[in-house]
């Protein structure tokens, strides 16, 4: 398998930082050079992050420390559940910024298909660990469950 270098975009439009991540994050992520100087409102969105390794998590907590003590006011949006999973196992993975939505997983209990779904953290916290479950669109033979235990997975919802 080839590993997949996190991609960084960074995109400033009417007063909004967004930055768009995509593949692993890792040893050699270069949050530095592309986060550096950075203020204000920062978006980060990240549904195509599709793994963090234990360096990678050290790389992004010294990038999220820096950017909040430097005046970044962060939301993310759209992450994966690579991006859920650390947030859920370090309560400070977002500097106290809040999950605004997320990709739920999914596994067809008919064909196996997994697929993922997008909800707003508001929308999480109302059907609380009860997700919905949608019709399988590749074997249409069965409904969709979710594919984690939800009271861990949904943990960062229900964060003060």
Not at 104 to 124: G, H, K, M, Q, W
Not at 133 to 144: D, H, I, L, R, V
Request: net charge neutral.
């Amino acid at each position: 398998m080839v590993k997949e270098q996190c991609q960084i975009l960074v995109e400033a439009k009417d007063g909004v930082t967004r930055v768009t991540l995509s593949g692993e994050i890792d040893d050699i992520v270069d949050f530095k050079t592309k986060l550096s100087g950075i203020k204000g409102e920062v978006h980060f969105y990240t549904k195509a992050v599709s793994r963090i390794n234990s360096l990678g998590v050290k790389a992004w907590m010294i990038s999220m420390q820096q950017l909040t003590q430097e005046g970044a006011k962060l939301k993310f949006y759209e992450c994966s559940p690579s991006i859920v999973e650390q947030f859920n196992l370090i309560v400070n993975f977002g500097y106290g910024s809040p999950i605004e939505s997320a990709y739920v997983p999914y596994v067809c209990p008919e064909c196996n298909a997994t697929r993922v779904a997008l909800f707003s953290t508001a929308d999480i916290k109302k059907m609380g660990n009860n997700p919905p479950e949608p019709p399988c669109p590749s074997c249409k033979k069965a409904n969709m469950t979710f594919d984690d235990i939800p009271s861990e997975y949904f943990q960062f919802a229900n964060r003060g």
